[in-house]
């Protein structure tokens, strides 16, 4: 089968923590010939998507030792399957390539569908799930910021649209740089931003678990450093295997028929406490670890259940 992969450019990959790289080896091993390119690559033409791809093989079964082929256009409905795994900002850049993507019609299949990804960012979609998320709010108003720390006490923002950990703060009214932390999100963010309560469990980690066409698979515990409160791996976070809760098992059975609806086949939820906080469905990471930590091969769970999906 021809298989594509719309990731980021291959020598930016970390290959010691990246799960692209690990999906196309194994897609490899199953005698497929794999393709990637970028989002910024595409053009729609004579009523058809194509797409600036280069092969991409591997040496050994080593991650480091892929070789890269040489550019050529493809038509983006000649694939099997695409996997869509750029890592945002969820910009507009992101978007226009979802809305092509969504234009290819056939037999190809996407993990994860690009009208899916679309309708799901990480931390909007949580939000049809009211009695399993920690109180939020998504504004872009200091007053609204400021009301709600007065209820809730020690609050953490974010981006609404970021990835790996980046620019996420605790919010603490007796932090002299409280003031500043909030400007620098109602000046520099176009965008709205949002502000969830401040869990304490975050100190012993939050729990990244992988769900497989709706099913949960393994799950790591993502510890943060001292002086820390994101648990990202991308920031330094560190990992250990973590057995599912009765809790987990809820929060995943609750949330599976939205997933298999909207076509979100490969998920990473993030947990924290009893609270979920993500549903990540644009790059779901940590393949690596729960082969290292658990020994069960992701990769090779999705390409055996991609026949039944």
Request: hydrophobic share 35%; glycine share 4%; net charge positive.
């Amino acid at each position: 089968m021809n298989i594509g992969f719309q990731i980021d450019e291959v020598e930016k990959l970390n290959f010691k923590t990246d799960s692209s790289l690990p999906l196309i080896l194994e897609s490899q091993k199953r005698r497929n010939k794999n393709y990637y390119f970028l989002p910024s690559s595409l053009t729609y033409k004579e009523n058809h998507l194509y797409a600036q791809v280069r092969d991409i093989s591997f040496r050994n079964n080593k991650l480091s030792s892929y070789v890269i082929g040489k550019e050529k256009q493809f038509r983006v409905d000649h694939f099997n399957y695409v996997f869509i795994r750029q890592d945002p900002p969820y910009n507009m850049e992101y978007i226009s390539s979802l809305h092509l993507l969504e234009q290819v019609t056939g037999s190809i299949k996407f993990i994860n569908s690009p009208k899916g990804i679309r309708n799901a960012p990480e931390k909007i979609s949580m939000l049809a799930h009211k009695n399993i998320i920690p109180p939020t709010i998504i504004t872009r108003s200091k007053i609204e910021v400021v009301n709600f720390m007065k209820k809730f006490g020690k609050s953490v923002i974010k981006p609404l649209y970021g990835n790996g950990g980046e620019s996420i703060f605790l919010l603490d009214k007796n932090d002299e740089n409280y003031n500043q932390i909030i400007e620098r999100f109602t000046d520099q963010l176009n965008e709205p931003f949002i502000v969830q309560k401040f869990l304490s469990e975050i100190k012993k980690g939050d729990k990244r678990i992988i769900i497989i066409n709706g099913k949960p698979i393994a799950a790591l515990r993502r510890i943060p450093n001292k002086k820390e409160i994101r648990s990202n791996i991308h920031v330094g976070g560190n990992c250990e295997a973590v057995n599912l809760s009765k809790n987990d098992l809820k929060i995943c059975n609750q949330i599976k028929k939205f997933l298999q609806d909207e076509g979100l086949f490969f998920v990473g939820i993030d947990i924290i406490g009893k609270y979920l906080t993500e549903i990540n469905v644009t790059s779901p990471t940590c393949i690596q670890e729960i082969k290292k930590f658990h020994k069960i091969d992701i990769a090779k769970i999705i390409w055996d259940q991609l026949n039944e999906y």
